[in-house]
């Protein structure tokens, strides 16, 4: 959170509250890590074309529980683990991460390199 803060690019509200995060925990049977509920109910960083969702048991493999999107791109927690893994359509063969927070880490970074760099 703190270095999202530095850069000054997230908006002040929070994505979600503290009761709709118990919520989404009772409605899906599923306790989210602390880093997680933690930036959700702290502020919303900015990033082009990304989105925290309302959490959802996937569809098609209840195991994931999707919480945001980036592109064409999901994201779900495995409720085994707890591990993050991207999903495009149906397919889980993407990347992974074993917390949320170096997952988080990693779509900041990613969200924060030029376009173009010429």
């Given at each position: 959170?703190?270095?999202i803060?530095?850069?000054?690019?997230?908006?002040?509200k929070?994505?979600?509250?503290?009761?709709?995060?118990?919520?989404?925990?009772?409605?899906?049977n599923?306790?989210?890590?602390?880093?997680?509920?933690?930036?959700?109910?702290?502020?919303?960083?900015?990033?082009?074309?990304?989105?925290?969702?309302?959490p959802?048991?996937?569809p098609?493999?209840?195991?994931?529980?999707?919480?945001a999107?980036?592109?064409?791109?999901?994201?779900?927690?495995?409720?085994?683990?707890?591990?993050?893994?991207?999903?495009?359509?149906n397919?889980?063969?993407?990347?992974?991460?074993?917390?949320?927070?170096?997952?988080?880490?990693?779509?900041?970074?990613?969200?924060?390199?030029?376009?173009?760099?010429?």
């Open positions: 959170i703190n270095e803060k530095k850069t000054g690019k997230y908006g002040e929070p994505i979600f509250t503290k009761e709709d995060i118990q919520n989404f925990e009772t409605m899906l599923f306790k989210f890590p602390e880093d997680y509920k933690n930036i959700v109910s702290t502020l919303e960083p900015e990033i082009a074309n990304f989105y925290f969702l309302k959802f048991r996937h098609v493999k209840p195991q994931y529980i999707i919480f999107e980036w592109t064409e791109d999901q994201f779900a927690f495995n409720e085994k683990d707890h591990s993050i893994i991207t999903i495009l359509e397919d889980d063969t993407g990347k992974s991460w074993k917390q949320f927070s170096e997952w988080m880490q990693y779509v900041w970074e990613m969200s924060n390199k030029p376009i173009n760099p010429e």
